[in-house]
DNA sequence: TTCCATATAGAAACAGTGTTTCTATAACTC
DNA sequence: GAGTTATAGAAACACTGTTTCTATATGGAA
């Protein structure tokens, strides 16, 4: 089995083509910012014509759902890197925490992925998925919160959605230029924090 | 002082003229969305030269620009039709309620205003003061909140922000595809109101 | 009124986008 | 090696925002 037929090493080669194909695209976003991502720039870079990202990706969107997803690797990596306290608490606030820090060290990805800036965009299934798992932590930490009793809502997923939502609101409207500066943009993304954690991390026996 | 001379007749006209425009480009908004509001469409929907529209508004952003005060005068008249409550819980729960609405009913104004979906435009002094202008009643419910005591933050403003920000995230991360219904997305906003008003509204001698 | 200067609007063009078509060449099959 | 098929390259199409050019109309002064 070690030796491939020429159609799979040939598509061997196009998934390998297609995946450089993204990060150069991705290099074009984080140093450019979205609007930079561009079929023509991208193959430019590559040098290439632009039919053969045509051919591998279908259309713009193929090239950003990959982007989309690495993305969320990202991200995924970045919460992976946030050591588990014992206070789930403190690991909450150590998550968002996370989350803000790769808005403001991957806002390419951050705009591309939740930005609305591809007006036409939207993530399908897939996205979708790979967004969940990278949002995997704070579902595990809702969950145990849940199992703690902390929390009488029954499903994590819709808890995580509503902090997530929190965090992205004020990041988004900073994003957007309706908040006039980074400080003032953490102090209330800390606010929020604080208020999620009041919300969901006290007994409310009170 | 009712005679006008012919320049400030001109400069009226075009103030007119500007106007209709800006409703041309309104409906194209509120019918299309907002990747449907092009120079050229509304030049079309005008029957008139793309140049005038240039000539008027000097370029796309300045057209923008007035859409988003035009949907900020839409928001706040939504915020005025809501009737003052007694209880501020209540006063402060109908008006998300109408922020929800508004979102709904003008989803054309809601993406061009904090959809982010025009990458480039960021609003500027005048689009953030008539923001704040339709923000009042919110403002004022915050305002007499810290007065009664029952939040120790002292900028309403920011209190403002950090509510905004949690019901502009949960129909945001909707808009951008992000969670898969509305029924959902609803219940996601009730949570949220509510963690909102529990944090708010409620004596923190607990 | 007549003439000139200026302002303005219309059409076309430019530079950029996503995407498709056409064509020549390369690659694979027999 | 011949013939079919796949593919890449260049060009073109249909859009976008914006600028330029030119003809016209409008303004003021003699």
Chains 1, 2 share one sequence.
């Not at 991208?42 to 591998?56: D, F, H, P, R």
Request: a negative charge; one cysteine or more.
């Amino acid at each position: 089995m070690e030796i491939k037929t020429y159609s799979e090493s040939k598509q061997q080669h196009a998934e390998s083509l297609k995946q450089t194909i993204v990060e150069a695209a991705a290099i074009l976003l984080q140093e450019q910012g979205p609007e930079a991502v561009t079929i023509r720039k991208v193959a430019e870079k590559m040098e290439c014509s632009t039919k053969i990202i045509y051919n591998l990706f279908n259309n713009k969107d193929g090239l950003i759902k990959l982007l989309y997803v690495e993305g969320c690797n990202v991200l995924a990596t970045s919460f992976q890197s946030v050591s588990k306290q014992e206070k789930l608490e403190n690991y909450l606030r150590a998550l968002c925490e996370a989350y803000w820090d790769f808005s403001r060290n991957n806002t390419g990805y951050y705009q591309l992925m939740f930005g609305g800036v591809f007006g036409e965009f939207k993530p399908e299934e897939e996205s979708i998925h790979a967004t969940t798992t990278a949002l995997q932590q704070f579902i595990q930490v809702i969950t145990e919160a849940i199992e703690a009793g902390l929390i009488m809502e029954k499903d994590p997923v819709q808890v995580v959605r509503v902090i997530w939502a929190s965090l992205h609101g004020v990041i988004h409207l900073y994003l957007g230029g309706h908040i006039e500066n980074l400080e003032t943009t953490k102090a209330l993304y800390d606010k929020s924090v604080t208020n999620l954690i009041r919300t969901y991390m006290r007994s409310s026996t009170c």
